[in-house]
């Protein structure tokens, strides 16, 4: 009987030891957005090959959205707003490990790494993405409260027509920019005028691309990986 005891024993032991907790432990300060905001519509671009380096990126390792847990609260007050018009958010990307950026840089340097020129930078030497600010070594993502998304039509499930795509590179991104229709400026309007009423300030060359003001980690760029 004590042998056939001590063998359960070694068995309970080892199917523990063989056990993965099937969500990360992410650090303080941060949460899975999802289970704040489960309607949120989430395309993490840089899991997938669908973004401006063909690839999936350094760190992504699943479309789960990570963000800082002050910018979240600010995040479902967004959504909640625009639930009332009948619109809801779609995210492309929140937090970024510093590793997704080193690879962003070291894919920067390669200049026969065009494949994906045509769709995101047609009118942009790709030699010229960090004089003109499109990359930089340290990326606001890195610190947990800056996002890039858009606006859905709740009935279709269809973005907006903001005008041009997410993620591309040129004056077409700009905020500024006004070589648009009354209908794509208008809704380049709503997204800003929603995310600023929430204190998220726009970056001015991409459209979709937003930091909560007075965000908790103003100096630290984090490296945990996206699971």
């Not at 303080?28 to 973004?51: A, M, Q, S």
């Not at 690839?55 to 959205?65: A, Q, T, W």
């Amino acid at each position: 009987m004590r042998k056939n005891q001590g063998l359960l024993l070694v068995l309970i032991v080892l199917s523990f030891a063989f056990v993965k907790s099937p969500i990360a432990q992410l650090p303080e300060g941060f949460v899975y957005v999802k289970d704040h905001i489960p309607d949120l519509e989430v395309e993490l671009r840089y899991f997938t090959t669908n973004n401006f380096v063909g690839k999936p990126i350094e760190g992504y390792k699943s479309n789960k959205l990570i963000f800082s847990t002050e910018a979240t609260k600010a995040l479902k007050k967004v959504q909640e707003d625009l639930r009332n018009q009948n619109l809801c958010l779609k995210v492309y990307d929140a937090y970024r490990p510093q590793r997704a950026v080193d690879h962003f840089v070291a894919w920067s340097k390669d200049l026969s790494d065009t494949i994906q020129k045509r769709e995101f930078y047609p009118e942009v030497d790709k030699q010229f993405l960090f004089r003109d600010g499109y990359i930089a070594s340290k990326s606001g993502h890195s610190r947990g409260s800056t996002i890039d998304l858009t606006i859905l039509d709740a009935n279709t499930g269809e973005p907006l027509d903001m005008g041009g795509p997410y993620d591309f590179f040129g004056e077409q991104s700009w905020l500024d920019y006004t070589d648009l229709t009354e209908a794509q400026l208008q809704n380049r309007q709503i997204l800003q005028d929603v995310m600023l009423k929430h204190n998220f300030r726009n970056y001015p060359k991409e459209w979709w691309h937003f930091t909560l003001r007075w965000e908790p980690f103003p100096d630290t760029y984090f490296d945990f990986v996206v699971e």
